[in-house]
T-cell receptor, first 113, second 113 residues
Framework: KAGVTQTPRYLIKTRGQQVTLSCSPI?????VSWYQQTPGQGLQFLFE???????NKGNFPGRFSGRQFSNSRSEMNVSTLELGDSALYLC????????????FGNGTRLTVT | KQEVTQIPAALSVPEGENLVLNCSFT??????LQWFRQDPGKGLTSLLL?????REQTSGRLNASLDKSSGRSTLYIAASQPGDSATYLC????????????FGAGTRLFVKA
């Protein structure tokens, strides 16, 4: 069974640009969540989607948005990039159910210059 | 507000030693606690998930315990090996506040050959 796939693996963008990251969950997983990982703040929750609906959102500005498609694939978008957005963005998928373990992809490394 | 703390931040041990990693959380209202390992530049690998009604889970040389009332969990690694070198993170799924997972900052483990 294929794991969680995130594309692209690396991105370099300039301040002010926007970026879209993609996540394909494990087959059969309908919940997808996104996290930002930085050396200073650690892993921080961005948002979680289930059946194309955002169920929860973390404490991030409106420049961060996401969506989920009918096949459970998800994208997140960051507009008007800032230097502080440089981070490893991780996607996780899980089955429905509060006690389903999270399975992570290898992440997208975003560098903003 | 749920907060997760991991002690120590870093640990260096000789090969073969048994070791314990600690995780504490401030709100005992959780659905589950999950332990992960992360290798440099990679995503997170799920190790063990303990549901709130459980006291411990075991997988191979790993044993995780949960004391919900005191807000503590430990990850015991038996007979450590150089391949165990990684960052270990614990994460809780709160019982309130929606579908999200709160992570600790991690313990960086180095096992010397």
């Amino acid at each position: 069974k294929a794991g969680v796939t995130q594309t692209p693996r690396y991105l370099i963008k300039t301040r002010g640009q926007q970026v879209t990251l993609s996540c394909s969950p494990i087959s059969g997983h309908r919940s997808v969540s996104w996290y930002q990982q930085t050396p200073g703040q650690g892993l921080q929750f961005l948002f979680e989607y289930f059946s194309e609906t955002q169920r929860n959102k973390g404490n991030f500005p409106g420049r961060f948005s996401g969506r989920q498609f009918s096949n459970s694939r998800s994208e997140m978008n960051v507009s008007t990039l800032e230097l502080g957005d440089s981070a490893l963005y991780l996607c996780a998928s899980s089955l429905e159910g509060t006690n389903s373990p999270l399975h992570f992809g290898n992440g997208t490394r975003l560098t903003v210059t | 507000k749920q907060e997760v703390t991991q002690i120590p931040a870093a640990l260096s041990v000789p090969e073969g030693e048994n070791l314990v990693l600690n995780c504490s959380f401030t709100d005992s209202a959780i659905y589950n606690l999950q332990w992960f390992r992360q290798d440099p530049g990679k995503g997170l690998t799920s190790l063990l998930l303990i549901q709130s009604s459980q006291r411990e889970q075991t997988s191979g040389r790993l044993n995780a315990s949960l004391d919900k009332s005191s807000g503590r969990s430990t990850l015991y690694i038996a007979a450590s090996q150089p391949g165990d070198s990684a960052t270990y993170l614990c994460a809780v799924r709160p019982g309130t506040g929606g579908f999200k997972t709160i992570f600790g900052a991690g313990t960086r483990l180095f096992v010397k050959a």
